[in-house]
């Protein structure tokens, strides 16, 4: 039987109203054009930036609010991060699939408070295990009754403020569970190398995706924005929001 691609995308952090509909109302648009299922990403807090001083966004209930208003308005499944525990059940009531960040991945409680929603669970690999080290984090999920886990590849540490990315952990990771999606933005980061924020380079973020879909990925994550280098967090490594579709319709033949 064959698994559906499954594609992730959205700004990386909540900014505005404005900035989710720009990029919804494209998703959509999308998702009619090659038939696809998007599902729409942002973060209500990003708990890991850099600085003390960089844009953290709306917080847990405005953001969730505002997650509510785009699956109401478009009709898209939801994705968002956590980064406590407390957080699961609010954003179970909320979005379809709750992420766990990379750093946060060995964290027992958040993996079993998001499996406790019943909501899919996503585990980004951190930047410091390899594939087959995931199986340990998807038995926290499953033990804790989580119904569906995903994984998702987004590089490894290589030396100081750079990533590379092994692209045999994807399957290895298609060994523990049927669903491994490869972060293609993430994985181009320079983490902390442009004076206390991350840096990185888009250029790549198309090769990573081809590169993931030759070692069997089953699904794709991006973070967009229609101007980039305006974007509040993340801005060196989203892609351009106008990219996206020929992107994906590549990925999905």
Same mark, same amino acid.
């Given at each position: 039987?064959?698994?559906?691609?499954?594609?992730?995308?959205?700004?990386?952090?909540?900014?505005?109203?404005?900035?989710?509909?720009t990029v919804a109302?494209?998703?959509?648009?999308?998702?009619?054009?090659?038939?696809?299922?998007?599902?729409?990403?942002?973060?209500?807090?990003?708990?890991?930036?850099?600085?003390?001083?960089?844009?953290?966004?709306?917080?847990?209930?405005?953001?969730?609010?505002?997650?509510?208003?785009?699956?109401? @308005?478009?009709?898209?499944?939801?994705?968002?991060?956590?980064?406590?525990?407390?957080?699961?059940?609010?954003?179970?009531?909320?979005?379809?699939?709750?992420?766990?960040?990379?750093?946060?991945?060995?964290?027992?409680?958040?993996?079993?408070?998001?499996?406790?929603?019943?909501?899919?669970? @996503?585990?980004?690999?951190?930047?410091?295990?390899?594939?087959?080290?995931?199986?340990?984090?998807?038995?926290?999920?499953?033990?804790?009754?989580?119904?569906?886990?995903?994984?998702?590849?987004?590089?490894?540490?290589?030396?100081?403020?750079?990533?590379?990315?092994?692209?045999?952990?994807?399957?290895?990771?298609?060994?523990?569970?049927?669903?491994?999606?490869?972060?293609?933005?993430?994985?181009?980061?320079?983490?902390?190398?442009? @004076?206390?924020?991350?840096?990185?380079?888009?250029?790549?973020?198309?090769?990573?995706?081809?590169?993931?879909?030759?070692?069997?990925?089953?699904?794709?994550?991006?973070?967009?924005?229609?101007?980039?280098?305006?974007?509040?967090?993340?801005?060196? @490594?989203?892609?351009?929001?106008?990219?996206?579709?020929?992107?994906?319709?590549?990925?999905?033949?």
């Amino acid at each position: 039987m064959s698994i559906k691609t499954t594609i992730i995308a959205g700004p990386c952090v909540i900014e505005s109203n404005e900035l989710l509909d720009t990029v919804a109302r494209k998703l959509v648009e999308i998702n009619t054009k090659l038939n696809v299922d998007i599902i729409f990403k942002a973060s209500f807090d990003k708990a890991n930036r850099t600085s003390i001083h960089s844009f953290r966004g709306p917080g847990l209930e405005r953001g969730l609010q505002m997650l509510a208003d785009v699956k109401a @308005n478009y009709g898209l499944r939801i994705l968002t991060d956590i980064h406590e525990s407390y957080q699961a059940k609010p954003v179970g009531e909320v979005c379809d699939v709750i992420q766990i960040p990379a750093f946060l991945c060995r964290q027992t409680d958040l993996l079993i408070a998001a499996a406790k929603t019943g909501r899919t669970v @996503n585990i980004k690999k951190a930047q410091f295990l390899s594939g087959s080290d995931m199986r340990y984090p998807v038995e926290k999920a499953r033990d804790a009754g989580a119904k569906e886990v995903w994984l998702t590849e987004r590089g490894n540490m290589m030396g100081y403020n750079n990533l590379v990315v092994d692209f045999r952990n994807i399957p290895d990771m298609l060994e523990i569970v049927p669903t491994v999606i490869m972060d293609c933005t993430h994985s181009v980061q320079r983490p902390g190398s442009a @004076n206390g924020t991350t840096g990185g380079d888009r250029k790549f973020v198309p090769k990573m995706a081809l590169a993931a879909k030759a070692f069997g990925a089953t699904g794709y994550f991006f973070e967009v924005h229609p101007t980039p280098d305006e974007g509040l967090s993340d801005a060196a @490594n989203m892609l351009e929001l106008d990219k996206l579709e020929a992107l994906v319709e590549k990925l999905t033949k």
